[in-house]
């Protein structure tokens, strides 16, 4: 059974600099994995620059998130090795909705 999700991964560069080829290699590492639609980076912040990319795909045979973001982590290390990795998950099959409901013979203030 997959589970279709909504990814948005961060690595973090703490000698705050991305070099050269290193977003293409990022790029190629997370499309390994995932389905790729966005790519930013923001470079020289505070004490680190960082690569985002995100994208939408499924988690199959029953891997959480938690074991995706390791496989994950594990992957961009073996690259980056001094890197910092957040993934963040959406679960889009069943997104919280609000509903309202305005009777026919209701009158609206």
Known sequence: MSRYYRNETIIYFLDNEIKSGDLELAKHIYETFWNIDNVKIY??????????????????????????HLRFTKAFREVFPECGVDTYWTYL?????????????????
Do not use: H, R
Request: aromatic share 6%; with cysteine; charged share 30%.
């Open 93 to 109: 099959e069943d997104l919280p909705t609000n509903s309202y409901f305005t009777d026919v013979e209701e009158e609206i203030s």
């Open 43 to 68: 470079e020289n912040l505070s004490f680190t620059s960082i690569i985002s990319l995100s994208g939408e795909s499924s988690l199959c045979s029953g891997e959480s998130e938690e074991e995706a």
